[in-house]
């Protein structure tokens, strides 16, 4: 008779048994009886549930940024594989503002700045005693980090004679629980991207203060107009794509899973019904009246993140300003939220019509022709 491996699921917990096929009566009572000593040897039995369910999810958290942690250490070695050939690579450190929710702020240290890692990337072919521009490399995601899915920009950027800086604003994901919960969606992490464009300037020597740019995709291209409507003074061009623009409109066409990170205690703390002022403030498109720096704008109409009603609203809005600026409505491009940043053909035209218009404003020492 073959033995049958079955597995007891109790509350997210697996115990695995051999069962004979078809177990008897007296051999499911002692399975069942193996089951419970197993339960009371963890102390299970004996813990109120609600106890248990909070250790249970700080273990499930433990393990979940344990896993992000390892992921990010790995990825970090790659870039070396995939660029050290052609960049000198760094990962650098900065202080920006404190966290912006501070539980008991009387605490010891309670205040101090948060620290932010950056990736800086320079390129050897040109390093020299000449000054290079910097390009502010912003990563997206609510919960993203800078990772090397970004590797082939990076590499465009450092051919054409770029300095890199791609700063892992608060939020970032691998660097554990308490830097993961100090999100601050469109607020504080603006502050720790200009935290950083403000460090690589006094620290780089090759940077050139006066050619900075600054680039990012979706949560990173909202950073990035974000940053150049309340910091025009840092910046000579700026490019956004597929960028959130509106974060009242994105709270009605987004789940609710979605709509609890923000209205986390953590985070913002209310919904948008609850506080309607303060999404708008940290919306790009109620701050399109602000824009003083050239600006790129692309977004594709089968976006299936941040849906194009957000970027055409963004667009409207700085029209309704009277304000300077270039866009591209992409039309059903393959590849949908991250049409321009894979391999594709068309991808590769859109970024190489990006660099051309940045070009002008940072002369690069080898810009796209």
Do not use: C
């Not at 695995?16 to 009371?40: A, C, D, Q, V």
């Not at 992000?68 to 990825?75: G, R």
């Amino acid at each position: 008779m073959k033995n049958t491996p079955v597995v007891f699921i109790t509350d997210r917990l697996f115990f695995p048994f051999i069962f004979i096929n078809k177990p008897s009566m007296p051999m499911r009572k002692y399975y069942f009886i193996l089951l419970l000593s197993f339960i009371f040897k963890m102390g299970m039995a004996q813990t109120p549930p609600t106890d248990l369910a909070d250790r249970l999810k700080a273990l499930e958290d433990n393990l979940r940024f344990s896993d992000q942690a390892l992921t990010k250490k790995i990825d970090d070695l790659l870039w070396y594989q995939k660029l050290g050939d052609i960049a000198i690579i760094d990962k650098v450190s900065y202080a920006s503002k404190p966290p912006h929710v501070v539980k008991n702020p009387t605490g010891q240290g309670a205040n101090n700045p948060v620290v932010i890692p950056a990736y800086t990337f320079v390129p050897k072919k040109f390093f020299s005693s000449k000054k290079l521009p910097l390009m502010v490399l912003i990563h997206g995601g609510i919960h993203g980090d800078f990772n090397t899915f970004n590797a082939h920009i990076v590499k465009e950027l450092i051919d054409q004679g770029y300095i890199v800086i791609a700063p892992e604003y608060r939020g970032s994901t691998g660097y554990g629980s308490v830097f993961h919960r100090q999100i601050d969606y469109g607020d504080y992490e603006n502050d720790d991207v200009l935290a950083g464009k403000r460090w690589a300037v006094e620290n780089m020597p090759q940077v050139d203060a006066e050619r900075v740019g600054i680039m990012g995709w979706s949560h990173g291209g909202m950073i990035t107009l974000m940053n150049i409507f309340d910091h025009p003074e840092d910046y000579r061009v700026a490019y956004a794509g597929v960028p959130v623009s509106d974060l009242i409109a994105r709270m009605g066409y987004k789940t609710q899973s979605y709509r609890n990170e923000f209205a986390a205690a953590t985070h913002l703390g209310k919904d948008a019904s609850e506080n309607v002022a303060e999404y708008r403030r940290r919306s790009p498109m109620w701050n399109a009246h602000k824009l003083k720096t050239p600006l790129l704008v692309h977004t594709n109409t089968n976006d299936e993140d941040v849906n194009v009603l957000e970027v055409e609203g963004l667009i409207n809005a700085l029209k309704a300003h009277g304000k300077k600026f270039d866009y591209k409505i992409y039309q059903d491009a393959p590849g949908g939220h991250i049409f321009n940043r894979i391999d594709t053909k068309l991808a590769r035209e859109s970024r190489e019509e990006i660099y051309r218009f940045l070009a002008p404003h940072l002369t690069p020492p080898n810009p796209v022709k």
